[in-house]
């Protein structure tokens, strides 16, 4: 008998193994895929245009980073950085500030008519950005906030939260009952539950959402275009926007403002990664 166990077990073994080739095979494709236009990006940023020109696909003949100071002092990418910088942080600041506290509520609260409120975020989604253009620009004109940081910013908080209050909703609703019911006999506020424990057992939620909604502010050029027209005052998107319309033949320009634009998000999956998969989760599961 253990003699046909272990023929048993070492078959499982070799079908499993079998099975696992291919898809690692699979995975190792799509990393390729990913990674090799990132490589090609930073290669391509590092070396001068003649030189992209001899040799579009082999290595650098001369490593430079002249792309990267002629973006920060000529074309103004560097200030262009700072002000995406804090456009970005002050908008997902109070998105989160704003939606985690919503999300509590929705997902612990007795609320009125929670499953219209949350019904109604769904809906609102689902209107299409591009739409919104007009009346917002309209809006903001009577309020005198075209052209300045905190009209795009009151764009980007109207725009990010109704998703940011659903997402936490479901997050929110995977904390136990009864931990929050011990916080209130023990004589504890709605914010002192919010801060000691909603905010500690829903942090990989809030950690995603922090990431989505970066992700999401920090590549959006439509609204950041159109709301701040002056190019001293530009965020990062559009000013290498631009640049790339004026510069298509100079490609290791382009390629270094491409690489200025993907180096927060990358930075922010990197040390984020495990944080997004586990709010991923929960909000599939509920």
Avoid: C, H
């Amino acid at each position: 008998m253990a003699v046909v166990e272990d023929d048993v077990v070492v078959s499982k073994r070799i079908s499993s193994s079998r099975t696992q080739w291919p898809i690692f095979i699979a995975l190792v494709v799509v990393a390729a895929t990913i990674v090799y236009p990132l490589y090609f990006v930073i290669i391509t940023s590092l070396r001068p245009n003649a030189d992209y020109l001899q040799d579009p696909f082999g290595l650098p003949g001369i490593w430079t980073f002249d792309n990267y100071l002629n973006l920060s002092t000529t074309y103004g990418a560097g200030q262009a950085f700072l002000n995406s910088m804090f456009v970005s942080t002050v908008s997902v600041a109070i998105v989160l500030v704003l939606a985690s506290l919503a999300g509590f509520a929705l997902a612990k609260l007795p609320v009125p008519g929670t499953k219209y409120i949350t019904a109604t975020f769904v809906s609102v989604m689902l209107i299409p950005g591009p739409v919104l253009i007009i009346p917002i620009y309209l809006m903001l004109a009577r309020l005198d906030l075209v052209g300045t940081y905190w009209g795009l910013i009151l764009v980007y908080v109207a725009t990010g939260l109704p998703f940011a209050t659903f997402f936490l909703t479901l997050s929110f609703r995977g904390i136990p009952d009864e931990v929050i019911e011990a916080a209130r006999i023990d004589g504890a506020g709605f914010f002192r539950i919010m801060w000691s424990i909603v905010a500690p057992m829903g942090s990989s939620g809030v950690a995603t959402l922090a990431v989505l909604q970066f992700l999401g502010v920090w590549n959006e050029l439509i609204f950041a275009f159109i709301l701040i027209p002056e190019e001293s005052m530009r965020l990062l998107t559009p000013t290498l926007a631009s640049i790339g319309d004026r510069f298509l033949t100079d490609q290791p320009l382009v390629s270094a403002g491409l690489f200025i634009t993907a180096s927060i998000p990358l930075i922010l999956l990197a040390f984020a990664s495990k944080y997004i998969m586990q709010g991923l989760q929960v909000g599939v599961s509920r």
